[in-house]
């Protein structure tokens, strides 16, 4: 009789024993809406995955003037999130894709026809700026100096409602307040007005910037207004990178003189 009791009580005290261990935790499932979003990955403008390929302003000109929009818009939707605001000047070239008459086809002319030769953006702020264009001073004389005009406000975004199929953050560039010394194109853009969104892509030396160029009108708060948001007026297209720069002076010029920020000339 005590043995039995013994081995009862030993049976309840293991049984008991087994109920006050707490079973192990499996492991987290991760959260599947979550873990198929893969983490976008922010690049600078001396990455080296940003130098690839054969992409220059100049060969992304021949693709807009040859009318090739749908591999453009493709490059521009997947484009590269950049951790800052370019710098600097830039070499550019564009392309007008809609027919304006007048003054409104003069003033997209003079940002992205020949007489344009890029833009220079202050180092000011990463992810706030301004900046101007470069611009031959006359866009009738053919011989007139390039100088610095055309102001913008510069802003880098994550997102814009002027291209929401673009995967990657992107550069605004505001016209609101042009005018700096009064020159004719300058004026012209206070009345045709326009907007540009543009975006970084790998490039032969380097990051090269796919800008869109829209026209519409300004509100008193600054905020821009398309006329038609899907209807460009232009492509233009920037990079920084000196190479370009070099290119160029060596391989796209007429032998203007041009006047620098700093009061020196070419």
Known sequence: MKLSLVLLLFVFSIGCAHKAEAPAEAPAEPNSEVSRIPAEKVYSENDPEMKSGQLTVWSLQQMAEAKKFTELNKLFNNGRSMN???????????????????????????????KWKGKYF?????????????IKKSLTLPLMPVVLMANFSTQLVSSHSLVPDAKSNMVTLNYANPVTHNYPLELLLKGIQVYDLMVAVPGKYGPVYIGKTWIGDYKSNGNFSATNKNQLVAWFFLDFNDEAFKEQARNHWDGSKEYYINGQTN
């Open 84 to 114: 800052s605001l370019p710098t600097g000047y830039s070499a550019g070239a564009g392309a007008r894709v809609l027919a304006l008459p007048g003054a409104a086809g003069r003033a997209i002319d003079g940002l992205t026809g020949s």
């Open 122 to 134: 202050f180092p000011t702020g990463r992810h706030e700026s301004h900046g101007l264009n470069r």
